[in-house]
């Protein structure tokens, strides 16, 4: 490949099947490069370090996992059926996630685990999403005035850790998983409209 | 030791100390028997297999860990002061656990793995005894009726998995893990309430 054309992109997908391939313990910039046709030098021109490299697969991945969110935050409904349709968004990326590609899903747990900063970083950026959607329902009266927002959205996403939080993955299969989430999703709206 | 007086109780207590000692992993009935001063043998005549030990030792821990639940949910309280101080109550013991002796609470979480059955039906026993005080709440009209006391038993412990699943333990040293868990008990409750 001739280097003037590399993009980050390129880097990044790259990187994304090397590290399903060889899984993430495994995985090196050389490998990165090899299937790229270009030198480890040339990566590192990019990525500072195998962990910026790493970080940067990372990121992407969430964000391509999360990318329908912000529309749902922003979108037109009423706070209570948006907070509900974004919960629901959530998880059924999760799901959908794991169930097409358990075996990159598996890779991207342990990426995760490793990148504790990146993922505080990704956390609350969801909650700030969802502090949001909560603020508009207390300005509008359907929420009652229990608490700011940014606290009830932690609360509302620690609630509902059972159904994005990876190391459950292996539960959102149970036949009973998705009435468990509606169920749930309902009792953290009648807390939150409680007056 | 006399084997006439081995008791169920010292081959348990022998038996946790050898799991403690030497990891879930490496602990064998061999080293129960050594440490009794018995032959494995006799161990047997006790305990048919290995995993059947284990999963005693495994009941036990949950037992003395939960011990002081029953009472609480059959205390003389309102079902809303009974259902925070139940899920106070079990939060509090674990975090115990763990704060107190890390080694065996790690040791535990690898048993409790193992033994999904007894997990299973312990859950239910947890789950039972919420149940029956959401039941009582329903019937004195300050729980509003969204739901059949199980399911509600069900998602309530699910919503508050963050703070008694032993996956989760390293969060609860958090400054501020007591201080969600509050929070989120109290946005439950309202959504029990909620008419």
């Known amino acids: 490949m001739a280097e003037a054309a ?3 992109e390129q880097i990044l997908e790259a990187a994304e099947d090397v590290l399903r391939r060889f899984g993430p313990a495994k995985a090196t910039v050389v490998d ?6 270009v030198s480890h030098g040339t990566v590192y021109r990019y990525f500072p370090s195998k962990a910026a490299l790493r ?11 999360h990318a329908e969110l912000p529309a749902v935050a922003a979108g ?4 209570e059926v948006r907070l509900r349709s974004w919960l629901e968004t959530l998880y059924q990326a999760k799901k959908r996630k794991v169930l097409d590609d358990p075996e990159l899903f598996a890779t991207y747990s342990v990426l995760v685990d ?6 505080d970083e990704h956390r609350t950026e969801l909650e700030n999403q969802l502090a949001g959607i909560i603020a508009e329902g207390l300005e509008d009266g359907v929420f009652a005035d229990a608490g700011d927002p940014l606290t009830l959205a932690h609360i509302v996403f620690q609630a509902t850790a059972r159904f994005h939080d990876p190391a459950y993955a292996p539960t959102w299969s149970a036949p ?3 009435q468990d989430f509606a169920a749930l999703v309902g009792l953290l709206l009648r807390g939150l409209a409680a007056h």
């Open 55 to 65: 970080a940067a697969v990372t990121q992407r991945w969430l964000d391509r996992a």
């Open 6 to 8: 590399l993009s980050t």
């Open 176 to 178: 009973s998983a998705d």
């Open 114 to 119: 490793e990148s504790s900063a990146l993922i």
């Open 32 to 37: 990165v490069a090899r299937a790229l046709g």
């Open 76 to 79: 037109p409904q009423s706070p």
